[in-house]
């Protein structure tokens, strides 16, 4: 019967004492090792240690490559006697004790620690104590990644997931992100180690947030400070803290959320020349905050949003987050008349604008038609729009008509786009 691998590889292993360098030099001694060959596996199951030591060489070699592999692939026998390798505990420990480590080592590691703790081996968490030295080169794809994965809601990592509640998990990331900022230099489309890594530390927040088994561990307060802090962050570093911040919400946690809903407040206070993921994350948030606190806001804050309506006028990712926003607002009666006073006079003139795109007059109707729901109710409200010249007719006109066209179904004579239509209402008819 023939061998999974090469002739050379099958001569070495018949010697006492065959070669391993060339065994390992051969390109078909990954196959023959996935075949399940019994005098590969047997021969390569007794030299544990030295294929750590090959597959942990800053190298590209083919020996380096297929120490590699080996391990990867490894039979539980196999993983067993590595976990049990003082050799390969050692190694480990002293490459991630140096300062710069190559990303090619780093994604070997990350694999390899990655295998291990998918076995759930209580073996397996005691050799992989080395993971939180990890931490320090998140600027890799390839450890943010591990700690990504092995945070998700994937089942097969849950005996790793408890492991990492049992030794504190949380406070480890959130002293990598204290020491991080102790001396960090603002800029805002900076994309050095420094803020690859914080972002990292964000990412693993919201994933570790969002896993039941994970969630209790990481609601403690140095989370919410870790969360909490304002500094001048890159748009990448604040997409992954505000994703974070969105996935901690708990009505149960008012006193701790405070500091970031002030904080997201203070970003649409501020001038905004790009929008960015997490401005539709703050939102969001405050979609969120405003029900159980809804005091945080008042009118300035909504002629600061309605500013940004009127500059990112084209951009309709952020004008559908702010009707989304802006409805919850005007469910909430402590926010109703700020929100109408502010908003409603502007996107009534907007709304009639002949030389704005379909966004901005799209949005406009919609925030209107939300509007109306709420003033039927309220004589005041609606004594006071009274006075916007042409308001009421308007509303019992133009907005039932867009709404009629909106909900139209297909197949009928207005199966047509609602881009067709606002086209057809709002952009033509130029007189």
Not at 60 to 69: A, G, M, P
Not at 298 to 312: C, D, E, K, W, Y
Request: with cysteine; net charge negative.
């Amino acid at each position: 019967m023939q061998k999974p691998y090469s002739i050379a590889v099958e001569e070495q292993l018949s010697y006492s004492h065959p070669n391993l360098d060339i065994i390992l030099s051969d390109s078909s001694v990954v196959k023959g090792f996935r075949f399940g060959d019994s005098a590969l596996t047997d021969f390569l199951g007794t030299k544990i240690d030295d294929l750590v030591r090959r597959a942990f060489l800053d190298s590209s070699s083919i020996i380096s490559l297929n120490s590699y592999r080996i391990i990867v692939f490894s039979t539980q026998y196999m993983q067993d006697r590595i976990m049990k390798s003082h050799v390969f505990i050692s190694t480990l420990i002293e490459i991630l004790s140096k300062d710069d480590v190559t990303a090619l080592l780093i994604g070997r590691i990350a694999t390899i620690t990655q295998t291990l703790l998918l076995t759930g081996l209580e073996t397996a968490f005691h050799s992989c104590s080395y993971i939180f030295r990890l931490l320090s080169f998140c600027h890799h794809i390839g450890a943010s990644s591990l700690f990504i994965n092995i945070c998700s809601n994937e089942k097969s990592y849950a005996n790793a997931q408890k492991w990492l509640v049992n030794v504190g998990f949380s406070d480890f990331v959130c002293q990598m992100v204290f020491a991080e900022i102790i001396d960090f230099k603002p800029d805002t489309y900076d994309l050095s180690e420094k803020t690859i890594r914080i972002a990292s530390y964000y990412r693993i927040m919201e994933t570790a947030i969002k896993n039941p088994l994970l969630y209790g561990s990481f609601m403690i307060d140095d989370i919410f400070k870790a969360l909490s802090v304002a500094s001048s962050f890159s748009n990448f570093v604040e997409n992954a803290r505000w994703a974070a911040i969105l996935s901690i919400f708990s009505a149960s946690k008012t006193k701790s959320l405070l500091p970031m809903a002030k904080n997201g407040i203070l970003v649409f206070y501020n001038d905004i020349t790009r929008l960015c993921e997490y401005h539709l994350s703050i939102l969001a948030f405050l979609k969120e905050v405003v029900q159980i606190m809804p005091d945080i806001l008042n009118s300035g804050f909504f002629r600061s949003l309605l500013g940004h309506v009127i500059q990112f006028d084209q951009s309709s990712w952020f004008l559908n987050s702010v009707i989304d926003f802006v409805e919850v607002c005007i469910d909430t009666p402590s926010l109703l008349y700020d929100v109408i006073i502010v908003f409603v006079p502007v996107v009534y003139i907007e709304s009639q604008s002949r030389d704005k795109g379909i966004a901005l007059t799209s949005f406009c109707y919609n925030i209107l038609e939300k509007v109306s729901k709420v003033t039927i109710k309220s004589s005041e409200l609606h004594e006071f729009l009274s006075f916007l010249d042409g308001f009421n007719s308007f509303m019992h006109k133009d907005l039932v008509e867009y709404i009629k066209f909106r909900d139209s179904g297909y197949g009928g004579e207005s199966s047509f786009s609602i881009t067709d239509m606002l086209s057809k209402m709002f952009v033509g008819n130029k007189e």
